[in-house]
């Protein structure tokens, strides 16, 4: 039967994936290719999903933890990488910046919700330490953006160097999420138990599917961007809420389920710490390993970000520490978090 699920799944996939080449290479208007584009980008997430656990399962819990997290990134990485191709900065930063307000805000907060309303008392309770070790990288990665937005803001010397303080940067986050990494992955109380989601195919077909997924993609991946811009001028939305809203939502499809799903099974620890991981990674992982990959483009992302992004990106470390540093939380504290993400999409809509 499961087998039977995924298959299902993945047919739909290819469908809305399908719909999407014909659009794009017909001449569709930019707004059909931007929607469902958009959708078959949530969707190859999904199958990501899929063959990640497929694989994983031969391989032990931590490393499927890890996979999961990494690979269900592929999609974000892609839209990033042809933004900056495209010279489309401000969607590669915001996209960025959108999967993490996405996971640490939204997702993180229904994720709670499910949890709290599960739980006889109302408190979700699970193991502390992921969320102790995801501030902390988080607070890194805010600390070289406050550091060069403030550079930038006053135009200073250092300013002038943003490009090489950011690769110094990308550097340092990298070297630390891999000793975190190295540790986390030999500490038994911290390894991250496979995310069964009844959808587990053979260990060759899942091989194939994440290729073919991967594959899928890039090419999804171009034809969103490329229809950008004249999409949000038709639709009447900024660059701005694209990255952070649509892309943020769009590309972690799987926490957006998978995590929610989990806490209303009463699986605290699981649920938590596939979100919680998949923060980590975009914030030290894949934001400064594309700072290092715009390098070989034309055009250069950094760590500079605008100030009200920087003061969110701030806030929502602490907002994330303040709800589950302690192991501990309620409805009403899952609820702020997407009240914090309503807020902030509502200011990226009027960018």
């Known amino acids: 039967m499961s087998g039977r699920r995924a298959g299902a799944a993945v047919a739909v996939v290819l469908a809305v994936t399908i719909v999407a080449a014909v659009l794009n290479y017909t001449g569709a208007s930019a707004v059909a290719i931007f929607i469902v584009s958009g959708l078959a980008l949530a969707g190859l997430?999904?199958?990501?999903?899929?063959?990640?656990?497929?694989?994983?399962?031969?391989?032990?819990?931590?490393?499927?933890?890890?996979?999961?997290?990494?690979?269900g990134n592929l999609p974000e990485l892609f839209v990033v990488l042809f933004a900056i191709s495209a010279g489309e900065i401000v969607v590669a930063k915001t996209s960025i910046l959108g999967s993490l307000f996405a996971n640490g805000l939204l997702i993180l907060g229904l994720t709670i919700l499910a949890g709290a309303r599960q739980a006889k008392d109302g408190v979700m309770r699970f193991r502390a330490r992921l969320p102790n070790d995801t501030a902390t990288l988080m607070l890194l990665a805010v600390f070289i953006i406050v550091v060069l937005g403030v550079s930038d803001r006053v135009s200073d010397r250092a300013s002038a160097h943003q490009v090489a303080i950011s690769v110094v940067g990308a550097v340092c986050l990298l070297a630390v999420y891999g000793a975190w990494l190295w540790s986390y992955l030999r500490d038994p109380e911290g390894r991250t138990p496979e995310a069964d989601l009844g959808l587990t195919?053979?260990?060759?077909?899942?091989?194939?599917?994440?290729?073919?997924?991967?594959?899928?993609?890039?090419?999804?991946?171009?034809?969103?961007?490329?229809?950008?811009d004249s999409a949000v001028q038709s639709l009447g939305i900024s660059k701005a809420f694209t990255g952070i809203v649509i892309v943020g939502i769009a590309g972690n499809a799987v926490e957006n389920v998978v995590g929610v799903f989990l806490a209303a099974k009463g699986r605290a620890d699981l649920a938590i710490s596939v979100v919680k991981n998949s923060v980590a990674q975009i914030a030290v992982f894949l934001f400064p390993a594309l700072v290092l990959l715009s390098l070989l483009f034309t055009h250069h992302m950094t760590f500079v970000l605008g100030g009200v992004y920087v003061a969110a990106l701030a806030l929502t470390a602490v907002a994330m520490w303040q709800v589950s540093g302690d192991g501990e939380a309620t409805f009403f504290e899952g609820l702020a978090l997407v009240a914090l993400y309503v807020i902030l999409a509502s200011l990226a809509f009027y960018e």
């Open 45 to 71: 997430a999904w199958v990501v999903a899929i063959a990640t656990e497929s694989v994983g399962a031969r391989f032990g819990p931590a490393a499927t933890g890890v996979l999961q997290s990494t690979l």
């Open 201 to 228: 195919l053979p260990f060759q077909a899942g091989i194939a599917l994440l290729a073919a997924a991967g594959l899928g993609a890039a090419f999804v991946s171009d034809w969103f961007v490329g229809s950008l």
